[in-house]
């Protein structure tokens, strides 16, 4: 049994920081790779950022551009994501999610079918 606890949402002002923390807890074997997602009222889940942590590197989403920072301090600790400068059209719940990618079988990292553990989600709301 795998648990993801995602903290550090709030409702924060248009140009303002959030630091997002996922937490991984249990059965953790076989798992390398931890991904942050987003969904906003009305539209797909979307990927932000993945990291992977057995080679310790990252890729972003297409939309991204440079504002989020997906990292981990220490082996086996939490994933973070770090974003700046946020604008209203980041308002969505974010999800953390962990898989292996050895059952992706090439597939893109951002499908949310590639990941079985997810946490509850944070929200972040962004206002102008």
């Known amino acids: 049994h795998v648990q993801l606890v995602e903290s550090g949402g709030g409702s924060v002002q248009v140009g303002d920081s959030l630091t997002l923390t996922c937490v991984i807890s249990g059965r953790t074997a076989g798992i390398d790779s931890v991904a942050w997602f987003r969904q906003a009222p009305t539209k797909e889940r979307e990927g932000v950022a993945i990291?992977?942590?057995?080679?310790?590197?990252?890729a972003y989403g297409d939309f991204v551009k440079g504002r989020f920072t997906i990292s981990q301090d220490n082996p086996g600790g939490a994933i973070y994501l770090k974003i700046n400068a946020l604008k209203p059209e980041d308002t969505a719940m974010y999800y953390c999610?962990?898989?292996?990618?050895?059952?992706?079988?090439?597939?893109?990292?951002?499908?949310?079918?590639?990941?079985?553990?997810w946490g509850q989600g944070t929200q972040v709301t962004v206002s102008s």
């Open positions: 990291f992977y942590m057995a080679r310790r590197s990252r």
């Open positions: 999610a962990a898989g292996s990618t050895a059952y992706w079988y090439g597939k893109p990292w951002a499908r949310a079918e590639n990941y079985i553990h």
